[in-house]
C-alpha cells in the first residue's frame, strides 16, 4: 500500500514560482515512476510531468522549460519546482504512483493518488 501527501501549493502571481513536493510511504518507492497531474475546473485531469524509476523525465508541452520534477529515493519525495507561472497553470496538483518504471501518460497507468494541493496563480 502506498501513501502520498503533497504539500506545497498556495496563492502566486503570475511569473512567480513554487515548489511542490509529494511524501511516500511505500518502501517500493524506488521502482515505480511518479507523476505530478493536475485538474483545472471544467477539464480533465492531466499529466504535467513524470518521472521513471532512473530518473527519465517526461513534461507536456504546456510547460515544458517552466517546470521541472525530481525525485528523492533515499527520502521517498518527488518534487516539482514551477517557474513562471501563468493564471492557465491554476489547478488542482495530484502526486501520482504509476504501477509501472517508466512514465505513461494514461491516468489508468497511475494506480495510487495523493490528495491534490491547490495552486492558484492570479494574473
Known amino acids: 500500500q502506498e501513501q502520498l501527501v503533497e504539500s506545497g501549493g498556495g496563492l502566486v502571481q503570475a511569473g512567480g514560482s513554487l515548489r511542490l513536493s509529494c511524501s511516500a510511504s511505500?518502501?517500493?518507492?524506488?521502482?515505480?515512476?511518479m507523476g505530478w497531474l493536475r485538474e483545472a475546473p471544467g477539464k480533465e485531469r492531466e499529466l504535467v510531468a513524470g518521472?521513471?524509476?532512473?530518473?527519465?523525465?517526461y513534461y507536456a508541452d504546456s510547460v515544458k522549460g517552466r517546470f521541472t520534477i525530481s525525485r528523492d529515493n533515499a527520502k521517498n519525495m518527488v518534487y516539482l519546482q514551477m517557474n513562471s507561472l501563468k493564471p492557465e497553470d491554476t489547478a488542482v496538483y495530484y502526486c501520482?504512483?504509476?504501477?509501472?518504471?517508466?512514465?505513461?501518460?494514461?491516468?489508468?497507468?497511475?494506480?495510487?493518488w495523493g490528495q491534490g494541493t491547490q495552486v492558484t496563480v492570479s494574473s
Open positions: 501520482a504512483r504509476s504501477g509501472r518504471p517508466y512514465v505513461g501518460r494514461r491516468l489508468s497507468d497511475y494506480n495510487y
Open positions: 518521472i521513471s524509476s532512473g530518473g527519465t523525465t
Open positions: 511505500g518502501r517500493t518507492f524506488i521502482s515505480y515512476a
